[in-house]
């Protein structure tokens, strides 16, 4: 039986799109993509039977920011979303386009499984959610299961590093806190997600109507956590410290619920048209690997923003391709609405531009057509790594092609060739004050742009 999840109606065959979203993985947390660390088989897979990018760009080097552009395919700033939310009164506007909604008019059953971080999570004595913030189903999503998030019990579990381990004591499904008898109620985080995620493509897939799910691991985001055998016996090794253990098992536990997904899609003979897209909000925090790129979480040099990207779709995408192509979370929306055959709204504004085509085979979207592309952070004066945040201090970034202009409150302070010194260690800001005014300039239109928060 599939808890708490209704019946479907029927609609033409279309192909089911699965988005996995991980937590703070970096750019070189996957054995594909260099980890000197962790093994991630299964991932690995994803990648030698699709197309792994190498220059894939998250919105925001936080993680509330990037998720608004992979729902909305629009710069979180577009909806004042400059920071990470906090577990208090914000959340995604109600008015924004999200692709569930898009795909649900399409005739797309969509859920929601995971971490979401967009508001709209708070419950009341009873556990009921509270109905005066819009949540995942006032997105789109016919159904979800995630966690709480609402202190001080996320607070709280934190600190106590229980956040994974008694994960599913906390499991809020369709506007309702699961009871103690649940199935899900004991789980590990992990095994809670990724099983019910499975759990989910078995029902759909016996269904006409094709399926979106949105699967947003925690992992590997603090707090550093044991991983349940055989992933931390699994993950020893000589010297390393515990959080390090522990953040090695964290992402082997991921990968190995990845590897059920995969095998679960061949079991049901779905995997052909499946589009299946493994991503990361941000870059590394204080345990993952980016090797020496500059930054990491919380920064806007490439080590906060630059993150893996995998997608496989074995009807339509070719296999053992790797593209070194500029990619965006912006891009995800248009992407999926290509391959689900749904035109967008000519009155619809859409800030990326759909990777499909070149995922097949076609040239990718060109620097001119792309044109400028932007970020924006509020401050964070303290990095999320071990390492001091590297200064000058930035809020902002316009990026064109090679080069990327850092400002701070919209005033430049540095400018790298990012194609010839992609570890951002040679400003040439001095150097090219043409281009620094028109970035500038182009920079400042944007921040000034109407902004929708309702």
Known sequence: MLHGVAGFANADQKPNIILLLADDLGCGDLSCFGSPAVKTPNLDRLAKEGTQFTRFYAASAVCSPTRASVLTGRYPLRFGITKHFNDVDRWLPESATTVAELLKEAGYNTAHVGKWHLGGLHVDAQGRRLGNQPGPRQHGLDFYQTQIEQQPVRGRMGQERTL???????????????SEDDPYFSKHLTDANGDFAIELIEKLAADPKPFFINLWWLVPHKPYEPAP???????????????????????????????QILNKLDELGIADNTLILFTSDNGAAYEGFIGELKGGKTDLHDGGLRVPMVVRW???????????????TNDLLPTF??????????????????????????????????????????????????????????????????????????????????ESDPNEQRNVIGEHPELV???????????SAPRTTR
């Not at 699994?234 to 536990?253: K, T």
């Open 314 to 328: 074995p009807a339509a995408i070719p296999a053992g391709q790797t593209s070194d192509a500029f990619g965006h």
């Open 337 to 418: 609405c290509e391959a689900a055959g749904v035109d967008l709204p000519g009155t619809l504004p859409i800030d990326g531009l759909s990777l499909l085509p070149h995922m097949k085979g076609a040239r990718p979207p060109s620097a001119e057509l792309r044109g400028t592309v932007f970020w924006q952070l509020d401050l964070y004066k303290k990095i999320q790594r071990h390492d001091p945040k590297p200064k000058p201090y930035a809020t902002e970034v316009a990026k064109r092609g090679k080069w990327k202009l850092l400002a701070l409150d919209g005033k430049p302070v540095e400018l790298f060739d990012v």
């Open 164 to 178: 994974f381990r008694q994960g599913g004591t906390v499991l809020l499904r369709n506007d309702q806190h699961v």
């Open 229 to 259: 055998e055989p992933h931390w016996s699994g993950n020893q090794a000589e010297g390393i410290s515990e959080d390090q253990h522990c953040f090695r098992s964290m992402v082997g536990h991921m990968d190995a619920k990845v590897g």
């Open 437 to 447: 005014t028109t970035l500038t300039a182009q920079l400042n239109e944007w921040l």
